[in-house]
């Protein structure tokens, strides 16, 4: 539990935590270079096998890969798509071209929609 609040005050912080699992890191953009960095919203998979990354948001959309459990990754914008276990919320993965349900991956950060 105190990890996850500290986890929360650092991402709240604008602090990059590092690698971000294979999907890339936080924030992107010269930020050194005095121009502004974006800072995209991050997300935990809570699954306890493999999740499944998908074509389209839908189960009946192909796989284009598999995230493991406690995978950390980052999110580009939502969308409505077909319902898994009552939650109808997709998620597009940031630098992929893969959809991921919000049933199971937790948002650490509000997250726009697409």
Not at 12 to 18: D, E, K, M, N, Y
Not at 37 to 53: D, F, I, K, Y
Not at 86 to 96: C, I, K, M
């Amino acid at each position: 539990m105190v990890k996850k609040a500290l986890l929360t005050y650092a991402l709240a912080a604008g602090v990059v935590v590092g690698p971000l699992g294979t999907a890339g890191w936080a924030a992107e953009g010269p930020g050194a270079a005095g121009t502004r960095s974006v800072v995209r919203p991050v997300g935990v998979v809570e699954t306890r096998a493999p999740l499944n990354v998908r074509e389209r948001p839908t189960v009946h959309s192909g796989v284009v890969k598999r995230l493991q459990p406690n995978a950390r990754v980052l999110l580009s914008c939502q969308k409505r798509g077909g319902f898994v276990d009552g939650n109808p919320v997709w998620y597009r993965l940031h630098g992929s071209k893969g959809w991921v349900s919000a049933r199971y991956v937790h948002n650490l950060q509000p997250v726009r929609p697409c």
